[in-house]
Nanobody, 124 residues
Framework: QLQLVESGGGLVQPGGSLRLSCAASGFTLDSYAIGWFRQAPGKERERVSCISSSGGSVDYSDSVRGRFTISRDKAKNTVFLQMNSLNFEDTGIYYC?????????????????WGQGTQVTVSS
């Protein structure tokens, strides 16, 4: 079965850190660009970061740039999102998605695989 599985979410205080993982099973991520998305309650899903299939290019939304770091480990067939200096606005369900191409498409409907999501809650 081809799937993505996120893990690493949880409850954290403001200023804290979490590292999310996006692991693939049934296929390798080598030829896929990976996007991390989040969806806050009552809001649309937004992309917070993307890493190219080669790992050579990354980008971040303005809201997380400088605090989040995306990376990929080919040996583990996993993409990570290191999240530091978390604040209340970072609360939401975080999803990873894979696109069989070099970069992340702008349209969320163009991704090939989605994970089930992992909850991140920032609260004091």
């Amino acid at each position: 079965q081809l799937q993505l599985v996120e893990s690493g979410g949880g409850l954290v205080q403001p200023g804290g850190s979490l590292r999310l993982s996006c692991a693939a099973s049934g296929f390798t991520l080598d030829s896929y660009a990976i996007g991390w998305f989040r969806q806050a309650p009552g809001k649309e899903r937004e992309r917070v970061s993307c890493i190219s299939s080669s790992g050579g290019s990354v980008d971040y939304s303005d809201s997380v740039r400088g605090r989040f770091t995306i990376s990929r480990d080919k040996a583990k067939n996993t993409v990570f999102l290191q999240m530091n200096s978390l604040n209340f606005e970072d609360t939401g369900i975080y999803y990873c998605a894979a696109n069989a191409g070099v970069w992340c498409p702008a349209n969320i409907d163009d991704y090939d695989y989605w994970g089930q999501g992992t909850q991140v809650t920032v609260s004091s």
